[in-house]
Each structure stands twice: as C-alpha cells, then as structure tokens.
C-alpha cells in the first residue's frame, strides 16, 4: 500500500502512462483509478530504487529477488522498451511518460502531479 509513495517509484495505467500522484492517499489513489476507468496498473522503479527501497514483496539489497522474478510477481528488463513488451503497455507512451518523469526528477519537481 505504501511502495507507491517511494522515492522513484511510479504508478502507469495500461496505456503506459502516469495517472496520479503515487504519494497520495491509497483512497485518492483509487478513486482517481476509478475515475479514469483504470482497473489495473503497474508499479516501475529503476534498479537503484529497487535495491535501496525494495518494492512490494521484492527486498532491497543485498536480497536475491529473483524467485519473485521468476514466479512473474517482478518484472526486469533492460531498456524502457523491454519492460513496455513484457508488461504490455505502449512503448511510446511509456518512454514518454518516463522521460517526463526522469527530467522533472533532476529538476525537483513534478510537473504532472506535484509529488514531492
């Protein structure tokens, strides 16, 4: 319930694009899902979120998470595309939903959803 709000973790819709901010309250969270007909949506980090905060089940380092890898609860991929294939939102969007992401991040802020 709280991995949404880690540092470096995002919320992306089917379609590959973000949607909330993830640090909102699960209630906010969910209504606004509800609101733009969202059943189901992913949550993506980067490795180095991934090895200093973990994500769901997933532990952070020095864990081994592979199990989780390969029992399909975590997915890896090297590139933005891999992932967009593997969990199978548009490529485009994603890149592009994470391009806007990564830029607001090194300029401190969130342009889309104010995440602090």
């Known amino acids: 319930v709280t ?3 880690k540092p470096g973790v995002i919320a992306v819709d089917p379609n590959g ?3 909330v901010n993830e640090s909102d309250s699960y209630h906010h969270f969910v209504q606004t899902m509800f609101a ?3 059943a189901s949506c992913w949550l993506v980090c980067d490795a180095e979120a991934m090895n200093r905060y973990g994500l769901g089940l997933a532990r952070p380092k020095p864990v081994n998470n592979q199990a989780l890898i390969d029992a399909g609860y975590l997915y890896r991929a090297a590139t933005p595309q891999a992932l967009a294939q ?3 939102v548009e490529p485009n969007v994603f890149a592009q939903t994470l391009e806007q992401f ?3 991040a090194r300029n401190g802020i969130d342009r ?3 995440k602090g």
Request: aromatic share 12%.
């Open 17 to 19: 694009r973000r949607f």
């Open 36 to 38: 733009n007909g969202i």
């Open 112 to 114: 889309a959803f104010g």
């Open 86 to 88: 593997a969990i199978g």
């Open 102 to 104: 990564n830029t607001d």
């Open 3 to 5: 991995d949404r709000a």
